[in-house]
């Protein structure tokens, strides 16, 4: 067991499924935090959020206490324009990768 796990400064580019943000090295876009690396899976690692060196405009200040501890509210750290744009973006990525639909109509809020 690693008792020495990696830490990395990464520019967190796009929000996945279920909130998780996604993030590559060693430079990007929107976003820098610190993470510490607690599974490498190869082409990609999951991670632990340590600290936020410079917010995404879109980052707001969660509502929940309890937000990031409990998991039932995923996105309250991001603006309500951005957290419907972020599940618009996922639901027509899913709908042209697992649905087959080659031209997913604009989606509406």
Known sequence: MDTNPARLDLTIQDVGFG??????????????????????????????????????????APACPHFGRCGGCAYQHLEYPAEVACKRAQLT?????????????????
């Open 19 to 60: 909130g998780d943000s996604v993030g590559r090295t060693p430079e990007g876009q929107a976003e820098r935090v610190r993470v510490r690396v607690e599974a490498n899976q190869g082409r990609f690692a999951r991670a632990v959020l340590e600290e936020v060196l410079e917010p995404s405009p879109q980052r707001t």
């Open 93 to 109: 990525e899913l709908l042209g990768r697992l649905g087959g639909l080659e031209a997913v109509p604009e989606l509406e809020a």
